[in-house]
């Protein structure tokens, strides 16, 4: 057989391009809404689903020490720029007495 334009022979859904796949599967989630047959998760339902996705990411232990050293790196660049030691979590402290005196402004 000769293949025409896909070089895999892909055919259908499988040989449009990603964007176009997106596309359509988005109207049939939209479809599916209106018509009140799509499923909707419940929260347990939810918490299930990311407990297995949570055991399965951990089971790498490569994968969870690549985690860990990128966020020790980031820590230490953050660090050594000046931003990201304790003390000035969630604000410098010039930034928690502004916000503390734009609070009060209104308390008269």
Known sequence: M???????NER???AMDEEK???IASKGGQAAH?????????SEEAREAGRKGGE???EDREHMAEIGRKGGQARQQDSDEG??????RGG???QHQQAGRQSHKNDD
Not at 36 to 42: K, P
């Open 2 to 8: 000769a293949q025409k334009n896909n070089q895999n």
């Open 12 to 14: 259908g859904f499988a």
């Open 56 to 58: 399965a990411v951990s």
């Open 34 to 42: 209106e018509r009140g047959t799509a499923h909707e998760f419940t």
């Open 21 to 23: 796949q997106r596309e």
């Open 83 to 88: 931003q990201g030691n304790s003390s000035t």
């Open 92 to 94: 410098s402290r010039e």
